[in-house]
C-alpha cells in the first residue's frame, strides 16, 4: 500500500456536494465506496457544502448533528447535538495501534545521508503513533532509520529499555490536555534521548515543557496557511494538514 496515508479513514461522517464513481488514480485499488465502509461510516451527498463553509468560517468549529428522522423538529436536532462534545475527549486511544510493529517500507528513492560528522545509517526510531501518517515512517526509513511503532501509551520506560536513539510523537487528533499520559511519557523521555514532535506530538513536547495550548476558534487546515516568525519578521506559507 505504497500511496497510502493510514491504515483506514477514522471520520464518523463524510458529506460531498457530488459523489464521483469513477477512480481517477492510477493506483488505486479500492472505489470510495469500499474505502468508506471499513468500518462502515456513513456519507452523504448532493449536500450545501458552500453554505456550510460560509457558516464554519463565520463562527468558527461547530457541533452539528445529522439525522434521517424526518419527524424530529430544529429543537430536538439541536439539543441531540448538544449530548456529544470534543471537548475533554480522548480521541487518540481509539486510533493508534494496539500492539508495536517494525516498519520498513520506503519511499521510491533513498534520501541521501549526512555523514559528514561521523554518523552511521541505521539509527533506531520509536515512533509513537497517535495517528501517524505513513509517509513519514516512509521518509525515516528511506534516510536509513529502523523504526518501531508503539501505541500511544506506552509507558517511557518500555520505550527506553529498546535504547532508542530518538523518539516520534507524531500527528493525531484532539486536545493533548485529554491525554495527560501522553505528556507524562514525553516529560520522562525528554533529556534522556532526542525527542521530535509533529503536530499533536508537538502540542505534547509543549505541554511537557509547561507550555498552554489552546483550541483555535477558526482551525486550520489544508495549505496556504502564512506562518509568521516573530523573531525576524519574516513570512513562510504553509501546510497545516494534520
Known amino acids: 500500500m505504497q500511496h497510502t496515508r493510514r491504515r483506514r479513514a477514522y471520520q464518523f461522517q463524510l458529506l460531498v456536494l457530488s459523489k464521483s464513481e469513477d477512480q481517477s488514480w492510477a493506483s488505486s485499488m479500492a472505489d470510495q465506496a469500499r474505502i468508506l465502509a471499513k468500518p462502515v461510516p456513513t456519507s452523504s451527498d448532493d449536500v450545501d457544502t458552500r453554505a456550510i463553509t460560509h457558516r464554519l468560517r463565520q463562527d468558527g468549529s461547530l457541533i452539528g448533528e445529522l439525522s434521517t428522522e424526518g419527524t424530529k423538529t430544529d429543537e430536538e436536532l439541536l439539543e441531540m447535538s448538544r449530548s456529544w462534545d470534543i471537548v475533554g475527549v480522548d480521541l487518540i486511544r481509539g486510533v493508534s495501534c494496539k500492539e508495536p510493529y517494525e516498519w520498513v517500507d520506503k519511499t521510491k528513492s533513498d534520501w541521501e545521508f549526512n555523514t559528514n560528522g561521523g554518523h552511521e545509517k541505521n539509527y533506531r526510531v ?106 525576524n519578521g519574516r513570512v513562510e506559507i504553509s501546510a497545516q494538514v494534520c
Open 126 to 231: 520509536i515512533a509513537y503513533d497517535i495517528w501517524i501518517k505513513h509517509n513519514i515512517l516512509r521518509h525515516l526509513a528511506s534516510y536509513g532509520c529502523k523504526i518501531t511503532v508503539v501505541p500511544s501509551t506506552l509507558p517511557a520506560s518500555e520505550t527506553l529499555k529498546m535504547k532508542p536513539d530518538g523518539v516520534l510523537f507524531s500527528n493525531g487528533p484532539g486536545d493533548p490536555s485529554t491525554v495527560p499520559y501522553a505528556v507524562e511519557t514525553v516529560k520522562e523521555i525528554l533529556g534522556k534521548v532526542p525527542v521530535f514532535g509533529i503536530c499533536m506530538g508537538h502540542q505534547l513536547l509543549g505541554q511537557a515543557l509547561g507550555s498552554k495550548t489552546f483550541k483555535m476558534k477558526f482551525g486550520h487546515h489544508g495549505g496556504n496557511h502564512p506562518v509568521r516568525n516573530i523573531r
